[in-house]
């Protein structure tokens, strides 16, 4: 049974980091792309990366350039995106999602991330 669970939200100052944690099971995370997705309060949808772990390979939302890094854990089958230089704008539940055919197959539960002073 395929499950993704995020963790690593919590509230953070301005400026501030965090390192959100996308776990899976049922599936390899090596084997597929997982997405990072975002919606904030009274908003849609919004794309924020693609990994591929097994390439080390990441696109992104311009909104991220040069605050971020990535990584993977394969023994945990875990994706990491830490976020840095968090801005309110960062305020968001952010998802993972596993890739199927360039869509989104399964999703976590979210994980919600305040940057708030």
């Known amino acids: 049974q395929v499950q993704l669970v995020e963790s690593g939200g919590g509230l953070v100052q301005p400026g501030g980091s965090l390192r959100l944690s996308c776990a899976a099971s049922?599936?390899?995370?090596?084997?597929?792309?997982i997405y990072w997705v975002r919606q904030a309060p009274g908003q849609g949808l919004e794309w924020v990366s693609k990994?591929?772990?097994?390439?080390?390979?990441?696109y992104y939302a311009d909104f991220l350039e040069g605050r971020f890094t990535f990584s993977g854990d394969n023994a945990k089958n875990t994706v990491y995106l830490q976020i840095n230089s968090l801005k309110s704008e960062d305020t968001a539940v952010y998802y993972c999602?596993?890739?199927?055919?360039?869509?989104?197959?399964?999703w976590g539960p979210g994980t919600q991330v305040t940057v708030s002073s």
């Open positions: 999602g596993k890739d199927h055919n360039w869509g989104i197959d399964y």
């Open positions: 049922g599936f390899a995370v090596s084997s597929t792309w």
């Open positions: 990994i591929d772990i097994r390439t080390s390979t990441i």
